[in-house]
């Protein structure tokens, strides 16, 4: 495209430094299913995500650090 608009061409990796010295990044679209059912996902996450995840502990995690933690 550069070469039909401009008349000269550039490597991928010279896009890439003119596009970073402008300011600009790269940036992936969200992949959706054009299928996708938003109700249909929303009442598997309210009714089947919580059985699969189980009960919520009442210890926390260990650390597997020997430091001991700071003092307030």
């Known amino acids: 495209?550069?070469?039909l608009r401009f008349g000269f061409s550039y490597t991928p990796a010279g896009v890439w430094y003119l596009l970073r010295w402008a300011?600009?990044?790269w940036q992936a679209p969200a992949r959706r299913a054009t299928e996708?059912?938003?109700s249909a996902i929303a009442a598997w996450k309210a009714?089947?995500?919580?059985v699969i995840?189980?009960?919520s502990r009442s210890w926390g995690l260990?650390?597997?650090s020997r430091m001991r933690r700071a003092r307030p």
């Open 36 to 38: 996708r059912d938003e």
């Open 53 to 55: 995840k189980g009960p």
């Open 62 to 64: 260990g650390s597997a």
């Open 1 to 3: 495209m550069i070469r």
């Open 47 to 50: 009714e089947q995500w919580p």
């Open 23 to 25: 300011g600009w990044s």
